[in-house]
C-alpha cells in the first residue's frame, strides 16, 4: 500500500503498531494508531508521540547566513542568539508565503525546519536568492529522525532521559544535549497547543528514542489527531490558512513581521498592513451536529463573504469547528455566520482564536529597553 | 464472518428484511474503514427513498461518507439515537447502531442485494 513512498526511520514501529500509513507528501507516514479522538484526547490529558521525521531539515552555513536569511524572511533575526528557536516564513515579492518555517540559530550555523511537503520547493528557493552569497545549504532531513512528545505529561517523561536543563527552557527555546546517551537538539515547540519538545537525532537513533517514550507511557499520535490538535489550537497549515497567495497580516502573522531590514515582499506586506486586510482569518465552532470542512464558503444574507481554510471535529470541544478567510469588515469574535456543508445553511460562531486554552511555556521575556534611560 | 441472515450492498450498508419492512444499517466492516464516527445525519420519517440516492451521511473525523437505501420506498422509523451516540454503531452495527426502517415499494428488489457470502467476496475483491 505504501510502496514507492519515502520511509521515516520509524517506519517499522509504525507497522508494529499497526498504524494506518498514508501517502502524506510521497512519505508513508501514520494517520492514525487506532482512534482519532483518543489519540488527540491522550495529547490534551497526557501525552503523546509523533514521528515527524518526514519535515524538512536544512543547515544554513556560511559568513553571510543570517544576512541572507534576513533578506528572505520578515523576522527580525538580530537579536537572535544560540539556543532561541523563530517561528517565520518565506515571503515572495509579492507578500505572499513560501513556506512557514521555524529556525533555530547555533554557533557555526543556522537550522531550518520546513513543512515536508514544501521542503524541495524551500531548498530551490534559496538556491534562486543565494545573489552569489557566502552562504551554503546542507539538507540533513534523511540524515535525521525528529519526534514530538506533547502533553501536559511531556516535561515529566522527557527528564527522564535527559538533563534537567531541558526542562528548564523556556517556550521557543533549543539545547543540544543527550537523550539516554545519544546526541539530540531539543526544543521547547510544537503544534498542538500543549506543552511540548521537538527533539532531533540521527536516523539511526531515531527507534530508540521512540520506544524509549512508548515505554513511558506516550501515546503513539497520527496525523490525523496532528491535525485536530493544531486546529484546536489555531495553528497555520500551509496550503489552507498560508500560501503563495496569502499574504502573514491576513493569516493573523503580524506578530512574526517585525523586520527592519529589506526583506523579499516588505513593501506589499507592509501596505497591507497600513491600508488594512481585505480578509481576516478568523476561527470558528458549528452549532448542530455538523462538519464543515476546507472550502465550504461562508456566508451571510444570501451573498458568500467567505471559505472555510481548515474544519473537523474538535474532540474538546465536541462540536465541528475550524478557521477560514472572511471579510474583515464581518470577522469580529461573536459574530454569527452560516456556512454551507451539503447546501445547506449551517449556523458558525465566530471565535477568538485559540479555540481551545493553550498550555505552553511562558516564552524568554525580551531584555528591557535600554536606550533613552526609560521611565527611571 | 457477516451475519447470515441480513442482505447487504456494495456499499456497506445491511438490510433486515421483515415483511415489508427493512431495517438498515452499516456493516461492521464499514464501522472499522471510516473509524472515527463522529456524527450521522439522516433522513426524516415519510422521506421517499430511491436506489443510488443517499438517505443520509456519516461523518468521520477525516471525511463524510455517503450512506445509500439497499431497496427504494418511504423512511417509517429512524433511529435518532444513534445520531449522536455513534459509538453504539461501532459497537452493535447489526442491532442497536440500526439505522432506520423502509417500508418497501419494490419487493423484487430484495434478490439484487448480495447475500453474506456475496458481500464478503465483494470486499475482498476490492
Not at chain 1, 523563530?86 to 513543512?115: C, W
Not at chain 2, 464472518?1 to 464499514?30: C, N, Q, S
Request: with cysteine; glycine share 10%.
Amino acid at each position: 500500500m505504501t510502496d514507492g513512498l519515502r520511509k521515516t526511520p520509524l517506519n517499522d514501529a509504525h507497522r508494529r503498531l499497526k498504524a494506518t500509513l498514508v501517502d502524506f507528501g510521497g512519505w508513508g507516514m501514520p494517520m492514525q494508531y487506532g482512534n482519532i479522538v483518543d489519540e488527540h484526547r491522550a495529547v490534551r490529558t497526557g501525552a503523546g508521540i509523533f514521528d515527524v521525521s518526514h519535515m524538512g531539515r536544512l543547515a544554513i552555513e556560511g559568513a553571510d547566513r543570517l544576512g541572507f536569511l534576513s533578506r528572505l524572511v520578515p523576522t527580525n533575526l538580530e537579536k537572535a542568539e544560540p539556543g532561541d528557536v523563530v517561528y517565520s516564513m518565506f515571503t515572495t515579492e509579492g507578500g505572499g508565503v513560501v513556506d512557514d518555517i521555524t529556525i533555530l540559530v547555533r554557533a557555526d550555523d543556522i537550522r531550518l525546519v520546513v513543512n515536508a511537503s514544501n521542503a524541495a520547493a524551500v531548498k530551490d528557493w534559496l538556491a534562486e536568492h543565494r545573489d552569489g552569497m557566502d552562504v551554503a545549504v546542507r539538507d540533513e532531513t534523511e540524515a535525521k529522525g525528529m519526534i514530538a512528545l506533547q502533553g501536559p505529561l511531556a516535561a515529566a517523561i522527557l527528564l527522564r532521559h535527559t538533563a534537567a536543563a531541558a526542562g528548564r527552557m523556556f517556550f521557543f527555546q533549543f539545547i543540544e544535549g543527550t537523550f539516554d546517551g545519544r546526541p539530540v537538539l531539543i526544543s521547547r515547540t510544537g503544534y498542538t497547543g500543549e506543552d511540548g519538545f521537538e527533539i532531533i537525532m540521527s536516523a539511526a537513533d531515531a527507534p530508540a528514542v521512540w520506544d524509549a517514550l512508548l515505554a513511558d507511557g506516550a501515546a503513539p499520535i497520527g496525523l490525523g489527531a496532528r491535525d485536530t490538535l493544531r486546529m484546536e489550537a489555531c495553528l497555520p497549515l500551509y496550503g489552507h490558512e498560508l500560501g503563495r497567495d496569502i499574504n502573514p497580516i491576513e493569516a493573523g502573522l503580524g506578530w512574526a513581521v517585525t523586520s527592519k531590514a529589506d526583506y523579499l515582499g516588505r513593501a506589499q506586506i507592509e501596505k497591507v498592513r497600513r491600508d488594512g486586510v481585505a480578509r481576516k482569518l478568523v476561527a470558528f465552532r458549528l452549532e448542530g451536529r455538523v462538519l464543515a470542512r476546507k472550502d465550504a464558503e461562508f456566508v451571510k444574507d444570501g451573498r458568500k463573504v467567505g471559505v472555510v481554510t481548515s474544519g473537523t471535529f474538535a474532540p474538546s470541544l465536541g462540536c465541528g469547528a475550524g478557521m477560514g478567510f472572511v471579510e474583515a469588515a464581518l470577522a469580529a469574535p461573536g459574530a454569527t455566520l452560516d456556512v454551507v456543508v451539503r447546501e445547506r445553511p449551517c449556523r458558525a460562531v465566530l471565535v477568538k482564536p485559540p479555540l481551545v486554552t493553550k498550555h505552553t511555556v511562558a516564552r524568554k521575556p525580551k531584555p528591557a529597553a535600554s536606550v533613552g534611560g526609560g521611565r527611571g | 464472518m457477516f451475519p447470515e441472515d441480513l442482505h447487504y450492498t456494495e456499499t456497506h450498508e445491511w438490510a433486515r428484511v421483515e415483511g415489508d419492512i427493512v431495517t438498515v444499517g452499516i456493516t461492521k466492516y464499514a464501522v472499522e474503514q471510516l473509524k472515527d464516527l463522529v456524527y450521522i445525519e439522516l433522513g426524516r420519517v415519510g422521506d421517499e427513498l430511491d436506489l443510488h440516492v443517499p438517505l443520509g451521511v456519516v461523518e468521520s473525523v477525516k471525511a463524510a461518507s455517503d450512506l445509500y437505501p439497499p431497496v427504494s420506498g418511504v423512511i417509517t422509523e429512524v433511529h435518532d439515537a444513534v445520531a449522536e451516540k455513534t459509538d453504539i454503531v461501532a459497537k452493535d452495527p447489526y442491532g442497536e447502531g440500526w439505522l432506520v426502517k423502509i417500508k418497501m415499494r419494490d419487493p423484487s428488489e430484495v434478490k439484487d442485494m448480495l447475500s453474506a457470502a456475496e458481500y464478503e467476496k465483494h470486499i475482498k475483491m476490492s
